[in-house]
């Protein structure tokens, strides 16, 4: 047994070091340590790592870690919800979210036109301009491909080619080679843009098709190693995808504020997992409970 | 201001009983009480009421409490996940959940082939029989029709009509007339089989076309209510309906142990899709934060 | 293993046929179920049931539960707040708790004199009452005694049975003989008044010396169980007391919202306190985790 | 409104220069940045801060960042539990906490002679030795005094200054003028240790006079600032000092993992703390919630 040894910080100390102070701790910050440990034996070359970002990490302003993990290849596979495509692309599109407050008057907020999550606002027309644009991108695909049959993540990969903005998700996902999946897609604007899209021409996504897509990836994975942000969809997802691969998970890290004690898969424990085979028996895992905002960003600047 | 009456129980008093005495109280108390109250109203016959079920409710032993709901007609239409669904449907086909415990060796469950939910042990062998009629459900829906493409809400009606137990949520909801919306619905074993399915024969299923399907149910409705247990897509999925619809929903009841501090659409505050315009300026809505597994059948018990 | 099986809800079914129901459940339901048989086997003869009580129940109308269980000697000890001891002498000395909001503007609620607790509503002017309620009842107390040295446990025997209000729960304990310790009393307006009317006379209260109370109940105990609301001191307070016993606890359950994961002992799993032998090796115990104020009533009625 | 900047992260980034990337985000994020904002502020010259330490900070490996913030007087008072001030004490006469497990058998932990705190292992041996260099200390302090009557922060303050270890949170807040208020002293292993220690001498620590100590200290404070970790009992007994003083905190921040839902003190907004004027109507305010071994150390690290 190792002694617990008490974290020590100084001035100007690098978030690396404080991550080695954590190491000796125990609780959050002996956890947190660890998942730096994880993360960066995920990043050998042999590791296929899926990244399962629920949650509302894009308003909350985290798209530039998300983006750089993409770039630099820290991740192999990107599952996540609609809202996180969606809040991508309305800033792909000029828009922006704001720092508000999460005690206010939302009946005020809106006769100003302005969405809240949380402590972010957001106004209205930026729906609008995303609407837009939207439509005008789903027009090209359909314009410049004989294709109307769609898998999610093929869909998805034609929307992120069509956007401008180097710096968003679905964007460096193409450019770097990262597949998206989004199970949930229509649950978000997405959905809604695209059902109103079909009023006026044929588009089929199909719900089931890129699971093959997934599997594929899945059986061809020498190693593999997951980290979650929260629960959801993204979670689930990766998680069944291993029931059909022998091994299950080798590393899987949770960044989450979601209890085992609802009973609920998003607070489930990684060692459940390893019930079900998701997760393979000798595998490294670690859940931190902490708001991943914080906890994201240090995980990744300590793992550089 | 009324004052806090404390609540008196009794010998042998009625679920009903001990909600009067909460209508006095305050916390966790009072606000069931009020939901109750609210559930009350959203019974009225000009209410379309939106029924949200995310968790794990049916391996927790609340499936009779669903399809009475179903039966009665006190709820319009049910979005949820495919987990539930999938567990509903091996209940269906004479497999069933066990009562086991949260502390335990899941590698021990594992070599058993029980697959842990919490404090619920499921034997694997329930998801072969799964597997084989859930594909033999799926031919007959292929063979007896022309149609290969089919809407989420179409297939799971289909399904639904093909399943034998009345006591199944998706068959009660053929039987009365509910539709049954699952957006992720590919992030469940119905994924998985299905996606085996698709190298035998050919089965499109759209992701975004039963958007119109529920829009349309929006569109029709005079006033319109929801209850959502837990968060997840059910929950997000009802609110982006109401979206489009000028006032929003009239009645809103949260039973979830999510709490706002996270910051996602969980656990946030019926107040905050206020702002989004989801739920009307005016409307009638409380969040009890408590398990759902109890408190759903006392808010049930309670409104009969 | 037990299969689950589904609870079936009806019209005026009693508290008591609801619990049956969720026997045969799982999460919250299934532990409640179990919480109720274990606390009717605590009220055999001969286990000393302590009763830990933190939170603010008083406020939220918990108080006329708690008195019945003392008047029915359903707990012999009760461990409690200061804040909870408070707020029942306010409603002794006819003051009112009220239903409030807990989203609010808490500045006009500090102009219009009025404290929040959570979405409970006291006039300021209540504490005003108990200050000159409080400080004749200890006049009275060294008045009519040559002692100047209590301890807290006999300090509070002293005001309890100076309290007119038989529904109150210090006067309730005097009557029954429920001795009630709070070890943080000092963290209360009991201590600021204290400290007040220790400027005209003297008053010394010792915080130590009903350690020796406590234990010598602890020893004479053939068997013990421990209900606690909430965690804080009056759940660490009986857990210490085990210590000194060879065999701790029998029984224990927990109704909370704390959960472990914080590292806190308010959240600690009741198997941790078996690694300290707080808690027998064999004993029953159970955690539900779900708003106190909605599951101690239903404990309570359901074992009447 | 200031628009949401997105994180970026850097190999070699300092822990002050990840906090500036936080300034722009939101969520947990953007909240820690807040924090460090206003605590930077309460070192201003003027200013008395307050240190609520709950939880098991001390077990957990935060013993030198509380030691430090006491050497470098950034805090003027603390007020914590027992438990920490114990497991600093264990620490200070040789003994040492050991990282372990959360999910272990705790019967055989009892059985090797192991209490556990969350993840936390600690020897039996160790409270052997507390005993009794615990004992040796008080019959010093009764040897070296006429007095026998102290109060809990004298007593302390007596304790502290015979622990040897400088690194010792008690001895470091005497050689730093530190008082240190523990209201639920009784509720610990000294509680234990003061009672064993009452049958062979006579000591009388009194329970509610310190209480003028904590006041004397608010009425000079020109302004005022706490920061709370966890809740319980410190939290409250700094806010209800608060009560008496005319216009309450001045800043006041909360890393904590409880939440407002509970209805308790402990996860009180710090909002509610306004209607009762224990916090000013323009303070500076913000909560975390996050775990407090991982925010702590941040917090003074991007501070110093």
């Not at 954590?22 to 340590?33: K, T």
Request: with cysteine; hydrophobic share 40%; net charge negative.
């Amino acid at each position: 047994m190792n002694p617990v040894k008490h974290a020590k910080v100084q001035k100007d100390m690098t978030v690396a070091a404080l991550i080695q102070q954590y190491e000796n701790c125990a609780f959050g910050a002996g956890r947190l340590a660890k998942a730096v440990k994880i993360y960066k034996e995920m990043q050998a070359e042999d590791v296929t790592s899926f990244f399962g970002l629920a949650g509302a990490m894009i308003p909350a302003g985290m798209r530039q870690v998300v983006v750089d993990m993409i770039k630099r290849r820290d991740i192999d596979v990107l599952v996540t919800t609609g809202a996180n495509l969606v809040h991508d692309m309305i800033e792909a599109f000029g828009g922006e979210h704001c720092q508000g407050q999460c005690s206010v008057d939302d009946i005020e907020l809106k006769n100003s036109k302005i969405d809240r999550i949380y402590d972010v606002y957001l106004a209205d027309e930026h729906f609008t301009t995303f609407e837009n644009r939207f439509d005008a991108i789903v027009t090209d695909i359909l314009d410049s491909s004989s294709q109307t049959q769609f898998t999610i993540n093929d869909f998805l990969h034609e929307i992120g080619s069509r956007i401008m903005d180097k710096n968003s998700i679905l964007r460096a996902a193409v450019d770097n080679e990262v597949p998206v999946f989004c199970p949930a897609i229509a649950d978000s604007s997405i959905g809604l843009q695209s059902w109103m899209f079909g009023y006026k021409r044929d588009l089929h996504v199909d719900t089931f098709k890129d699971i093959r897509q997934i599997m594929d990836i899945c059986y061809k994975a020498r190693r593999s190693g997951a980290l979650f942000i929260g629960g959801g969809v993204p979670k689930n997802f990766i998680m069944q995808s291993m029931l059909l691969i022998p091994k299950g998970l080798d590393f899987a890290i949770q960044l989450t504020m979601d209890t085992p004690e609802t009973g609920g898969l998003s607070g489930a424990t990684l060692d459940e997992a390893k019930s079900w085979g998701k997760i393979g028996e000798h595998a490294e895992t670690v859940t931190v409970y902490s708001d991943a905002t914080i906890t994201l960003p240090i995980l990744v600047a300590s793992s550089l």
